[in-house]
């Protein structure tokens, strides 16, 4: 009937106030620390901090650390992210309640490569335009000019200071990334019997070809023509000539390379 209705409307509506008013218990949280360095142990700022199931993004202050103190209980799982470098995750952190978890982060720096192919001019081709030949066992090095860069690929397992070419004259060496003022890196060749070469270049976020050909390198004798005395003077006028190696300098003959002394 009519007053059983109204009794029961009254007892779900008495029964909602006093579940809605029940006081709620509060998430079991943890205090999580944290330390960012790189490769070469200096400290990262504003590196980004995200942890699942946690809305709040932390940023590393200057020293490189964080503290997130309201992060939920259990295993968690964490990550490190910055425009420099590579993002580092760690999982299965464990937080405890009322207690102080530290982590300590080292992310590897983010890479562009700078690759290439070096060729040489053929020694035995004396033509006008001589022949180019893959040049294997070339030294190619990176010169950075900050200080920073330098100890971080120093420091680093990933990042390399020189390499070699392979057999088809194939170079590839890896850099640090990010935004480099012009003419920071030199890129420097170098290969016994040829001249050196060397280019800048700008380093930001994309991978560089560049290419190089090495011309022979041009030998210079100097010294001094006397009589067997020590005594004598130096004699004017006498020929000085350079023996050739046939199988070496193609076309070349014992009375080609001569001079005289003054």
């Known amino acids: 009937d009519i ?18 008013s029940a006081p709620v218990a509060a998430e079991a949280t943890g205090t999580l ?3 960012i360095k790189n490769e070469a142990g200096e400290d990262i700022e504003n590196a980004t901090i995200l942890v699942d199931g946690t809305p709040v993004v932390d940023e590393t202050s200057m020293d490189g650390r964080f503290k997130n103190s309201s992060v939920a209980v259990g295993l968690a799982r964490i990550s490190v992210k910055h425009g420099e470098y590579k993002t580092q995750t760690k999982t299965d952190i464990p937080i405890t309640t009322n207690e102080t978890t530290t982590v300590q982060f080292r992310p590897e720096r983010s890479t562009v490569s700078i690759s290439g192919n070096i060729q ?9 335009i001589p022949e180019l030949k893959p040049a294997s066992g070339v030294t190619v090095e990176i010169r950075h000019n900050d200080p920073a860069e330098r ?16 057999e088809s004259g194939n170079y590839r060496i890896d850099v640090p990334a990010g935004t480099i003022t012009e003419g920071q890196i030199l890129v420097f060749v170098r290969q016994d019997g040829f001249t050196d070469a060397q280019e800048q270049v700008n ?3 994309d991978d560089i070809s560049l290419d190089f050909t090495l011309d022979n390198a041009i030998g210079r004798v100097n010294g001094t023509v006397s009589v067997a005395n ?25 009375g080609d390379i001569t001079t005289q002394t003054n």
């Not at 040489?120 to 006008?128: L, Y």
Request: aromatic share 2%.
């Open 120 to 128: 040489v001019t053929d020694p035995q081709d004396i033509s006008p």
């Open 3 to 20: 007053h059983r209705l109204i009794f029961l409307v009254v007892s779900i509506t008495a029964l909602t106030v006093i579940a809605l």
């Open 33 to 35: 620390e944290a330390t």
């Open 203 to 205: 380093v930001s976020d």
């Open 230 to 254: 020590e005594n004598s003077p130096p004699i004017a006028g006498a020929t000085v000539s350079v023996a050739v190696d046939p199988k070496e300098w193609t076309g070349i003959d014992d």
């Open 151 to 166: 100890k971080l690929i120093e420091e680093s397992e990933n990042l390399q200071t020189e390499t070699v070419t392979d």
